[in-house]
């Protein structure tokens, strides 16, 4: 019997993922190189936007959090408690 009320479940998270059959060394090696050479494409092609982009990222997840509000109840100024 299901419950009245379920939690909500999150989706799960996508990943860029390529399938791949199972390789020999040979091939896998090959693989590798067509992935290195495509990777310095990328850089040559957009390396200054990147590191920009790199740089920002790296900076947000340095940056202290914002203070959370206070919880409602457990700070109550002492005019609140008058009666």
Not at 26 to 37: M, N, P, V
Not at 46 to 60: C, Y
Request: charged share 30%; net charge positive.
């Amino acid at each position: 019997m299901k419950p009245a009320t379920s939690p909500r479940r999150r989706p799960p998270r996508r990943h860029a993922q390529i399938h791949l059959p199972p390789l020999d060394a040979g091939y896998a090696l090959t693989l590798a190189g067509i992935f290195e050479r495509a990777i310095a494409a990328l850089w040559r092609a957009h390396g200054d936007r990147m590191a920009e982009l790199l740089t920002m990222r790296d900076s947000a997840r340095r940056a202290p959090r914002p203070a959370r509000p206070a919880v409602r109840g457990r700070d109550l100024a002492d005019d609140d408690k008058l009666f």
